[in-house]
């Protein structure tokens, strides 16, 4: 008999704290997966209330409106007929963890807590839950009265477990527990666990992705199976960018993989896969089976009332599995400019601001930091031009202009993007040039300013005070003369930077809103210390540092 799975990961931008939202991203993913024919649906980790409420986790009410939202779940026919794996904090014995809640037709099958925390990096999980130490075990959990009432059940098992389908098995992993020596996939597969589902909140940094890759495809070929990986993506109102990348791999092939970057809310990733052909391969492999007989761990199975292949007399004669694909992994490069700009986007779209204003020297690093920006346009216009109904509203929201809709990143750039060349006497005109040509290549509203009366009004007012004049070291000054006098001309570029960010847009337009004012400092310059203090360095925000 064929056993052709067609399963479903999900790549959501979810907000913290935005349960409303956070509930119609799940609702929505839920929905597109079922549409697609998939009878297995993952998340990303604790979707629900969002990956990045770092201590609100610690607050009760997170906990309560997070049941809230699986609630709503949980009443909700229209999502009948699909295992659906969600996340979300869940309190058990006066111990937070970090939980999965697998559910299906309105009821809780298991809740499965994380049995390894991230604790480096960006990482402080531990600060907020508690790890489940028990391998291959579970105990009762008492449900909420009014989640009771729901699903008629009063206890649902809490641990480490599988799920047994009709027709297969599916093991759970969350996140950092595949980066692990002794993942549990290992000890899953070898108990008879042939889908493994990990949900991750996983954020970008350069090449990761490929280390995830390489981890998952190892994972399947030395085991076998068929691993699905859901990733958080967007910016979370933190300083990280999680860069999605959902995935399906079986047998140490990737069958199916949503983009690293992109500015959709809802990325839903399909492939159908064959369990015919996950047996075979184990099968295949004497020294798998071998070791799958001497185990000790024998995992405690829920029973999940769905058979996830079709049955017989249903079965679809033009559904074939899914064909194996090659990595698209990008170029550092691309990386780099496509990450924080994707960032960018989903923090001007949620501070309610009307775009960026970046103060153009004519330099490397400010350049950088203006096409970083243009990427993000050239992103917008391309989601726009997609019919993605979400990036429309956030464009018309963001420039004023309901109904508009940018043909380029030009054209976006005009009326969210401001950009400026703040010179004086000493600034040189080739600089001037630069900052000019490229303001008009990507198509920001350029002013070119010219800041010498402010700069002889402040060593004026300096003089008048004193009695005495600095001059700079080519005009007979000490060294303290020359600092403080460049400084005066660095720090005023800050302050002239918010009053054009503040007020350049109501020039323009009556109802315009304020930008967010850009610093370009690099990596470098702000490990070392090596750049002037508010000067065009302070900002609201730094891609590039």
């Known amino acids: 008999m064929v056993h052709y799975v067609t399963v ?28 697609g024919g998939a009878r297995l649906r993952i998340g990303p980790e604790l979707e629900i209330p969002g990956y990045g409420c770092q201590d609100h986790f610690l607050e009760s009410d997170t906990t309560l409106h997070s049941w809230e939202v699986l609630a709503r779940l949980l009443q909700d026919r229209s999502l009948d007929g699909v295992l659906i794996d969600t996340g979300m904090p869940v309190l058990h014995r006066n111990s937070r963890y970090n939980c999965r809640v697998v559910i299906l037709d309105g009821r809780i099958l298991l809740i499965r807590p994380k049995m390894h925390l991230a604790n480096d990096g960006n990482y402080r999980e531990p600060r907020w839950f508690t790890e489940w130490a028990r391998v291959a075990s579970t105990e009762d959990y008492v449900l909420p009265r009014f989640i009771a009432d729901i699903t008629g059940q009063k206890t649902v098992p809490f641990g480490d477990a599988l799920i047994s389908t009709e027709d297969s098995c599916v093991g759970i992993e969350l ?9 549990p996939h290992i000890a899953m597969s070898l108990d008879g666990a042939e889908i493994i589902v990990n949900s991750s909140g996983s ?17 399947t070929l030395k085991c076998g199976g068929v691993y699905l990986y859901a990733n958080q993506k967007g910016c979370d109102g933190d300083r990280v960018y999680y860069d999605g990348s959902a995935m399906v791999l079986a047998n140490g092939e990737i069958l199916a993989m949503g983009t690293q970057f992109s500015i959709s809310d809802v990325e839903v990733t399909l492939a159908t896969v064959d369990l015919g052909a996950v047996r075979a391969f184990r099968a295949g492999m004497s020294s798998r089976s071998t070791q799958a007989a001497r185990s000790s761990v024998r995992y405690p199975r829920v029973v999940a009332g ?19 694909l090659a990595p698209r992994l990008h170029a550092p490069a691309e990386e780099i400019a496509l990450g924080p700009a994707c960032w960018l986007w989903d923090y001007v779209r949620r501070s309610s601001l009307g775009g960026f204003f970046l103060p153009l020297s004519g330099g490397i690093d400010s350049c950088a930091t203006a096409v970083v920006v243009h990427s993000m346009c050239r992103l917008v216009v391309d989601a726009c031009g997609r019919g993605d109904a979400q990036a429309l509203a956030d464009v018309g929201r963001v420039c004023g202009e309901s109904g508009f809709v940018p043909a380029t990143a030009q054209e976006l750039a005009s009326r969210i993007f401001c950009t400026s060349f703040m010179g004086t006497a000493n600034s040189t005109a080739e600089t001037r040039a630069r900052a000019r040509a490229l303001a008009a290549a990507i198509g920001s509203y350029h002013i070119d300013v010219d800041m010498d009366a402010v700069v002889a009004a402040i060593v004026g007012l300096f003089a008048l005070v004193t009695g005495q004049t600095p001059r700079y070291a080519v005009h007979g000054g000490t060294s303290a003369e020359n600092l403080a006098l460049q400084n005066i001309q660095a720090r005023l570029r ?39 203090k508010y000067d065009c360095s302070s900002a609201d925000l730094n891609p590039i540092g």
């Open 306 to 324: 769905i058979s996830l292949s079709a049955q017989q007399a249903q079965f679809d004669f033009s559904v074939r599995p899914t064909r194996p």
């Open 8 to 35: 479903a990961t999900c790549a959501l931008n979810q907000w913290a704290l935005d349960f409303q939202g956070n509930y119609e991203r799940i609702r929505e993913s839920i929905l597109q997966a079922k549409a």
């Open 494 to 532: 800050m302050l002239l930077a918010y009053l054009l960010a503040a007020l350049v847009p109501w020039v323009r337009r009556a109802a315009g809103r304020p930008l967010l004012v850009l610093a370009s400092a690099n990596v470098d310059e702000a490990l070392r210390g090596y750049f002037t």
């Open 203 to 219: 954020h970008h940094e350069l090449r990761k992705l490929g280390r995830r890759i390489e981890l998952i495809r190892e994972a």
């Open 175 to 183: 996140c950092e527990e595949l980066f692990t020596p002794q993942s």
